[in-house]
């Protein structure tokens, strides 16, 4: 896998527009909604007869006051999970204040979500396999001797025994959490497993829209999901969607999401994916010929982006790409502002071309496409609006750009055809002026590499001063020449 700087998660790419079918929630709207799983501590603490605590961070309990809808076990899972996770992170932080009423009484009701989750997702779901019961049963098991322990704590007054217990009720806390993660990795593996059968299973469009919207949904939940969507042949699943005509192109751009949040390059995980080399060459077809067809420059940053995290995934995609003409679809849209008009989707086609610049071949494609032209331009990437999400995707463009030149440079052909465009003068004032590159190192040290490059192959196009400083040196030492390094010795 290649470790271009600046990789790009579907996450944090903000969509031009929202569609309902994809199923975006608003920050205001989760907040409304996690508000119905909050009560106040009173409850719990009338039922278990024990006095009202007076700490003043008693207010932030969290009590699941209401679950989800019946017959939704997925977002069962999610909301007991957060509240149980939240629970055992904040008795961890008490337990390190060695405040231990409030490790009691936290666990006492760590217990009450726990055995709710359990009784809960028994009562929506299919009959429990031997190993999830097995699992339970130890769950509750901890649960049970973590409240034990610590009221025994609270009755301690010896030092030295309390140091002894402390260490135990870390342990117990420790193997707990173990063991909610096996069975939440357990109950989830088993809905989205069901999920894919379902997609797989139907033969009605707007059921597949629809599902492929949850499992959309899914992937914003974070690693976790999109590992267990990975693990159950998710994007196999997502295949036969993308390779069907039949289904609508919003369904097609839905599913594209998805293959790009689970082949992300920066998720923790890959060998879950070997199954999806089966496919691989049906689903770049599939989504170069989205980005042909996009209507929208929503559909074509969906596509785009997945065909990006894949490039990242396995190097066979890039000559998969250079077969299928990826690179005039792409520098043909580039000139479609319907299509392409922000800086997030032209991240996503320069790090297509930055990644398959490493190939020989890719060079001749770029000139015959004047690719060298379009790459200058994104050299010059301005924000529009100047929100931190728009100045940070315009200097990854003009980064991989740099990138993207530096490589293909290796062909002398690129080399004179970059000379020719000016793109050394627009590397040098990269170079010597930080608002340029809105003061990005990153920026500054590939655009000293692909002027370095191009030096190489045409030295004629450098003043004197530029190649002592920017060439001639150590690449650290031009580094620290250029960048903005002001110092107050105050």
């Known amino acids: 896998m290649m470790a271009l700087p600046g990789g790009r998660h579907l996450d944090s790419i903000p969509l031009p ?20 799983l909050m009560t106040e501590c009173e409850c719990m603490c009338v039922l278990q007869a024990k006095p009202i605590s007076l700490e003043e961070d008693a207010q932030g309990d969290l009590i699941l006051a209401g679950g989800p809808g019946p017959g939704d076990p997925l977002q069962l899972l999610l909301k007991r999970g957060w509240v149980i996770s939240t629970e055992l992170r904040r008795i961890g932080q008490k337990l390190a204040q060695d405040r231990w009423a409030r490790v009691h009484s936290m666990s006492v009701r760590l217990t009450c979500h726990a055995r709710s989750m359990v009784s809960e997702y ?9 190993e999830m019961s097995q699992i339970e049963k130890l769950l509750m098991e901890k649960c049970s001797e973590l409240s034990v322990v610590t009221e025994r704590c609270l009755q301690v007054e010896n030092e030295h025994v309390l140091k002894s217990m402390k ?16 069975l939440l990795e357990l109950a989830l593996t088993r809905e989205v497993q069901a999920l894919v059968r379902k997609i797989d299973a139907s033969d009605n469009i707007y059921t597949t829209e629809s599902t492929t919207g949850n499992l959309f949904s899914l992937t914003q939940e974070g690693a976790p999901l999109c590992r267990i969507i990975a693990k159950v042949d998710g994007v196999l699943c997502l295949a036969d969607i993308l390779t069907d005509d039949s289904h609508s192109e919003a369904t097609r751009a839905e599913a594209a999401a998805v293959v790009a949040q689970v082949t992300s390059p920066h998720l923790p995980f890959t060998q879950h994916l070997s199954s999806f080399l089966e496919s691989m060459e049906e689903i770049v077809t599939a989504l170069v010929k989205l980005c042909q067809e996009a209507s929208s420059g929503e559909v074509f940053l969906l596509a785009s982006a997945a065909l990006a995290n ?13 077969q299928l003409n990826a690179i005039r679809v792409l520098l043909e849209a580039c000139s479609d502002k319907q299509r392409v008009d922000t800086p997030y989707t032209r991240d996503q086609i320069v790090t297509i071309l930055a990644n ?33 999400a728009e100045v940070a995707a315009c200097e990854r463009v ?25 793109c050394m003068s627009r590397l040098i004032e990269l170079c010597r002026s930080p608002s340029e590159r809105n003061s990005s190192d990153a920026v500054l040290v590939a655009c000293l590499a692909a002027l370095r490059r191009l030096a190489g192959v ?9 190649f002592q400083q920017l060439v001639q040196p150590r690449l650290v030492d031009s580094f620290l020449l250029c960048s903005n390094m002001e110092e107050s010795f105050v």
């Open 122 to 130: 028994s009562a929506v779901s299919r009959n429990s396999s031997q």
């Open 167 to 182: 260490a135990c009720v870390s342990e117990t806390l420790s193997t707990l959490g173990e063991h909610f993660g096996q």
């Open 458 to 466: 045409c030295p004629e196009g450098l003043q004197d001063s530029d």
């Open 17 to 36: 527009g929202q569609r309902p079918h994809l199923m975006q929630v608003d920050s205001v709207q989760r907040w409304m909604e996690d508000l119905k």
């Open 398 to 422: 003009q980064q991989k750009a740099a990138v993207t030149l530096a490589r293909l440079s290796r062909d002398p052909d690129v080399a004179r055809e970059a000379v020719r465009l000016s």
């Open 356 to 388: 398959m610049s490493v190939l020989e071949q890719c060079a001749s494609d770029i000139i015959q496409e004047n690719g060298v032209q379009l790459i200058m331009g994104m050299l010059s990437e301005k924000p529009r609006s100047g929100t931190p």
């Open 310 to 322: 894949i490039t990242f995934f396995d190097t066979m995609a890039c000559e998969m790409l250079l």
